[in-house]
């Protein structure tokens, strides 16, 4: 079945520091790719997605490119920022067959970024 | 767009008590999703409707759980009796795959914590 493996948290940076959450994934078929955010006391927020290999998703600095060769999908930013303190989800959809719409979680990376 | 609507926000209850959670999709989504949330077990869904239409409930943990969708705009989850272990953050979350039938992204709303004593 499906499966979403992210690097394991905490992480906690200093702003303006280089960010990177490790994802790698286990699908059949060619799944879309996606990062999810959670601020504090919020639900999950798209942050950015790709549907076919060698795309690159970005949003609000953060980009993640999806390799099917090593099935990853790594959310980098070069300089972060103390707003981007957040749980960060790492998530498949497979588009096609039954299983139409539903997403499979990684268990998410908490990032911390002090001033 | 007022994005999915989750009411309540917070809720309190003894334990055996009768717990309903409510949720709006975002209007004109085909697709909505019940998910619970805890420290220990991550991220969870529960049931999933397509079409008003339950698709998956194999996340339900037990029978105590149902889920309805009696029209577009409108579902509930319901915990009778409920326990402390039922104690999480409950998510709804609506899509819209379209014609193409390529569109899977999520919308989440703010979610209910619920709190069983």
């Known amino acids: 079945g499906n499966s979403v493996t992210q690097m394991e948290g905490p992480v906690t940076l200093s702003e303006e520091a280089f960010l990177t959450i490790n994802c790698t994934y286990t699908?059949?078929?060619?799944?879309?790719l996606f990062w999810y955010v959670q601020y504090p006391g919020e639900g999950l927020q798209l942050l950015l997605k790709?549907?076919?290999?060698?795309d690159k998703g970005s949003n609000k600095g953060f980009e993640a490119t999806y390799r099917k060769e090593t099935t990853s999908f790594h959310l980098e930013k070069g300089s972060v920022q103390v707003s981007d303190s957040a749980v960060y989800f790492c998530?498949?959809?497979?588009?096609?067959?039954?299983?139409?719409?539903?997403?499979?979680f990684g268990q998410g990376t908490i990032l911390t970024v002090h001033p | 767009d007022a994005g999915v609507i989750q009411s309540p926000r917070h809720e309190v209850t003894e334990m055996g008590q009768e717990v309903t959670l409510r949720c709006k999709p975002i209007?004109?989504?085909?697709?909505l999703f019940w998910y619970r949330q805890t420290m220990m077990r991550g991220l969870e869904l529960l049931i999933y409707?397509?079409?008003?239409?339950?698709?998956?409930d194999s996340g339900m943990p037990e029978d105590r759980f149902s889920a309805k969708m009696p029209n577009a705009s409108f579902s509930t989850l319901k915990i009778q009796p409920s326990e402390p272990r039922d104690s999480a953050v409950y998510f709804c979350?609506?899509?819209?795959?379209?014609?193409?039938?390529?569109?899977?992204?999520?919308?989440f709303g703010p979610g209910t914590r619920l709190t069983v004593l």
């Open positions: 790709a549907t076919k290999a060698d």
């Open positions: 979350a609506s899509s819209f795959r379209g014609i193409s039938g390529s569109t899977d992204t999520q919308y």
């Open positions: 998530a498949l959809s497979n588009a096609g067959g039954t299983s139409y719409g539903k997403l499979t």
């Open positions: 409707f397509n079409n008003n239409v339950p698709i998956d």
């Open positions: 209007s004109g989504h085909d697709y």
């Open positions: 699908a059949t078929g060619y799944p879309s």
